[in-house]
């Protein structure tokens, strides 16, 4: 079946904008997360939905991000009055916590976001 | 807290040679699990193996195996026979049973594969 998908692949901004990233998960996964990866880093976690529980938004780097998840499927994060240390590639991920005990996340292509 | 350590930046291997990658973490929960992504030059993170904290064997799936001690808090990622598409960026990651879902990340290991 279609794997995690993401648009836009590249994304290339103005200091200041607002932008809008878009995930759309693997179906029938509940869980949904964020994660940013910066140049030669490991991955950064930033936000999880999981069902209709509240999300886990510890890992968001300020109040400029934020995330919404509609319909418990499609979820897109924005970064308001984006800053050039905003720039980094934005991976989500799915799983299905009902699926077994691995839990394993799968990933999306990632979205590349260059804040000029 | 939970951190996860790779100590090898880069790695270079010979085709049809094994290959280790070192992975350490640090948990204070009984439960979790470990998994380890490749992350080709292309982007995607591909998931390799997964290893639970009560799994009495080791991990294998295919080339891959994963040689968990857990007393010593290590969960290096094997690959037998290198081919020359293995070059990528490898992960290791942890995920805390009674926590978030969140994953935790190393900061990566680049390996070459040479002919």
């Known amino acids: 079946g279609a794997g995690v998908s993401q648009s836009p692949s590249n994304k290339v901004t103005e200091k200041g904008k607002d932008v809008e990233l878009r995930c759309d998960p693997i179906?029938?996964?509940?869980?949904l997360y964020w994660y940013r990866q910066s140049l030669g880093q490991g991955l950064e976690f930033l936000i999880y939905?999981?069902?209709?529980?509240?999300?886990?938004k510890s890992g968001l780097p300020s109040d400029r991000f934020s995330a919404e998840r509609t319909g418990g499927s499609v979820s897109t994060l924005t970064i308001q009055r984006t800053q050039q240390e905003d720039s980094a590639v934005y991976l989500c991920?799915?799983?299905?916590?009902?699926?077994?005990?691995?839990?394993?996340?799968?990933f999306g292509p990632g979205t590349r976001l260059t804040v000029l | 807290a939970q951190k996860i350590t790779q100590t090898q930046p880069g790695m270079f291997v010979q085709e049809k040679e094994a290959v280790t990658l070192d992975c350490t973490y640090d948990?204070?929960?009984?439960?979790?699990?470990l998994f380890w992504y490749k992350q080709p030059s292309s982007g995607e993170m591909i998931f390799l193996i997964y290893?639970?904290?009560?799994?009495?064997q080791n991990a294998t799936e295919g080339r891959y195996s994963l040689n968990f001690q857990k007393a010593r808090k290590s969960a290096n990622l094997v690959i037998s026979a290198s081919q020359l598409g293995d070059s990528a960026m490898y992960f290791c990651?942890?995920?805390?049973?009674?926590?978030?879902?969140?994953?935790?990340f190393g900061t990566g290991t680049r390996l070459q594969v040479f002919p």
């Open positions: 991920a799915s799983s299905d916590p009902a699926g077994g005990s691995t839990d394993t996340q799968y």
């Open positions: 179906s029938g996964h509940t869980a």
């Open positions: 939905f999981q069902g209709n529980s509240a999300p886990d």
């Open positions: 948990t204070s929960d009984q439960s979790y699990g």
């Open positions: 290893q639970g904290s009560y799994d009495e």
């Open positions: 990651a942890m995920r805390e049973e009674y926590n978030t879902d969140k994953l935790i």
